[in-house]
């Protein structure tokens, strides 16, 4: 029985390693792609922008303002096109500063409080790749000696339940 649990630790251990050298390379993916969307949302409002500048002091909200109090319907929808490149680049820009702002922030927001369509554009794209930097080692490491330890425990505890039963139930000789 004890080799038994010896190799079951052994195998969370290393399946927790393995999983926890990804963490860090889909951190890292989706950072890229967050900074991908985000340099392609400034590209589609550069021409706005300037047109800001020339008309609005630069304020975006007033060029949008204005196109959208138009008396023409094709202005006023564009309007509404250019509000929403506005605010997808206002967000994808407080969502990368958030990224970059440290370690904890980028893992939390990539895993809890993701931009939703780019942490699914990642997880399909998702490439399993092994990454032996310091910190995915240090993270595969950590992530399997608490998975070992959380297996063990609740192996010990079943252990603890069960087996008294059994030897409950057997006749006194």
Do not use: C, W
């Not at 080799?3 to 390379?25: D, K, M, N």
């Not at 950072?31 to 550069?46: F, I, P, V, W």
């Amino acid at each position: 029985m004890n080799t038994i649990v010896s190799y079951l630790r052994l195998i969370l251990f290393f399946g927790g390693v393995l999983v926890g050298i990804q963490v860090p390379v889909f951190v890292d993916q989706y950072g890229k792609s967050l900074t991908a969307h985000y340099a392609e949302s400034q590209r589609s409002l550069d021409a706005f922008r300037d047109e800001a500048v020339r008309h609005f002091d630069g304020d975006m909200d007033r060029l949008i303002g204005h196109y959208r109090r138009s008396g023409d319907p094709v202005f006023q929808e564009g309007g509404d096109s250019l509000d929403a490149l506005y605010r997808r680049y206002v967000l994808l820009r407080d969502r990368l500063a958030d990224f970059r702002a440290n370690p904890v922030r980028a893992y939390t927001q990539a895993f809890l409080t993701p931009v939703p369509d780019i942490q699914a554009e990642v997880r399909a794209g998702f490439a399993y790749a092994v990454k032996l930097d310091p910190g995915a080692i240090g993270f595969g490491l950590a992530s399997g000696f608490v998975l070992s330890i959380v297996g063990e425990g609740l192996l010990r505890v079943m252990a603890a339940l069960f087996l008294p039963l059994r030897s409950r139930r057997r006749p006194a000789s």
